[in-house]
């Protein structure tokens, strides 16, 4: 059957509704067939005899029904601009943009940078719409101004709540309801008295000036968090190494991370915090609630976390990008099974501590190339009165690169 060329129309629509669209928008809309959308946007159009689908849980339900609509005209209506945080995105993973009209609306950013009087390229945006509240946690920092897409009216507090537990008490909260529209309100307040909050409606989005209080622990996106910022039984790539490691495997957004003995999880979760859109996955036969506990207080929730023994776990696993062995070289078929997983132009990289493991390393490195360093690290502590180094165990790190 073929179809009609753009015959999936996606139109952003603010609080304003109809009124605030451009003629060749009503258009649209006053010609498609069916009608998609919330039942909010739906409600700004009159009645008639049109077919109309309002969006259902789980949405692919929905999704699956418009692409089986193929051929008829259908208008989608969406919050703003459709492609930032919006239902355009997830139409385009399933429909192609040759079959597909967007026209959006200025977006919820940009209404709020507008009132606040914000450069919208010095901001940081995010949703927490359906979206864990701990995504916030790697935004975090001093001086940061934040954007962010409510989930409801309990979000505000939520938010106040986090930036209260590190210790940024100090920030500037402003929360913005019904932006754009007749009943839009702006309420602005410091965190730290956030326990006098009014009642919000559940369409607002939140700006934060972040200020931290003098105590603040500050947590860089950079690599080699301090050790104590994990939860850990001793089994942790300590800081140092860890910076040298994520420096080996040099993550770029959107790459995946295999993270293969993944111990309490930190290289999964420094890769993820280097960028928005990394992704990792952790493979750890015995340690899955420390790596759990520590993606969500480091703003990863999204980690994959696999329980364990490899390489049979890895069976059907999405090609990664990179692959660190933290550990277990030794165990049979392990790198076999990575090295032949892994994307050409993929970077492996394996650290081990013992004799034995040096010698697998050196194996590998002799077949498939790559380069071997022995990383030393002492730290300063006390004996007695006096400063002294204590070295910390070797660690032997191969990196290569597949063909």
């Not at 089986?68 to 919050?79: D, H, N, P, Q, T």
């Not at 703003?80 to 995105?89: A, E, H």
């Not at 506990?293 to 976390?305: D, F, R, V």
Request: net charge neutral; glycine share 8%.
């Amino acid at each position: 059957m073929t179809c009609n060329k753009n015959w999936l129309t996606v139109i952003g629509i603010g609080e304003d509704g109809l009124s605030g669209l451009s003629s060749a928008a009503r258009s649209l809309i006053d010609n498609a067939e069916i009608l998609v959308g919330g039942d909010r946007h739906l409600a700004m159009l009159p009645d008639d005899m049109r077919s109309r689908l309002v969006w259902t849980s789980p949405i692919d339900e929905t999704i699956q029904k418009i692409t089986s609509y193929r051929g008829k005209s259908v208008c989608v209506l969406a919050s703003g601009d459709p492609l930032w945080f919006g239902i355009g995105t997830t139409l385009l993973k399933k429909i192609p943009i040759e079959e597909i009209s967007i026209i959006p609306s200025p977006s919820t950013f940009s209404l709020i940078c507008a009132r606040l009087g914000w450069s919208l390229n010095e901001v940081e945006t995010l949703s927490l719409c359906g979206r864990p509240a701990s995504l916030l946690q790697t935004y975090i920092y001093p001086k940061a101004k934040l954007l962010i897409l409510s989930s409801g009216k309990e979000t505000p507090k939520i938010v106040a709540e986090m930036l209260c537990d590190r210790n940024f008490s100090n920030s500037k909260i402003t929360i913005l309801e019904h932006l754009n529209g007749t009943k839009e309100r702006i309420v602005s307040t410091v965190v730290n008295r956030s326990q006098n909050f009014p009642e919000f409606a559940d369409l607002n989005a939140i700006a934060v000036e972040c200020i931290p209080n003098s105590d603040a622990k500050i947590l860089s996106r950079m690599t080699g968090l301090p050790d104590d910022a994990y939860h850990h039984d001793g089994q942790l790539t300590k800081r140092e190494v860890r910076a040298i490691t994520l420096s080996a495997l040099a993550p770029n957004a959107g790459e995946l991370l295999w993270d293969v003995g993944a111990g309490c999880g930190s290289i999964g979760i420094e890769w993820m915090r280097s960028h928005p859109r990394c992704q990792a996955i952790a493979i750890e036969k015995s340690r899955t609630h420390f790596i759990a506990e520590n993606a969500i207080s480091l703003g990863t929730p999204n980690l994959k976390i696999i329980e364990g023994k490899a390489p049979e776990v890895l069976q059907g696993l999405p090609t990664p990008d990179a692959i660190f062995i933290g550990g277990g070289v030794n165990i049979p078929d392990l790198f076999e099974t990575c090295w032949e997983s892994l994307r050409s132009q993929g970077r492996l990289v394996a650290n081990v501590v013992t004799l034995e493991g040096e010698q697998k390393l050196f194996q590998w490195q002799q077949k498939y190339g790559g380069t071997l360093i022995q990383i030393s690290i002492s730290r300063a502590e006390a004996i007695g009165s006096f400063l002294g180094w204590k070295p910390m165990r070797p660690v032997t790190q191969w990196k290569t690169l597949k063909p």
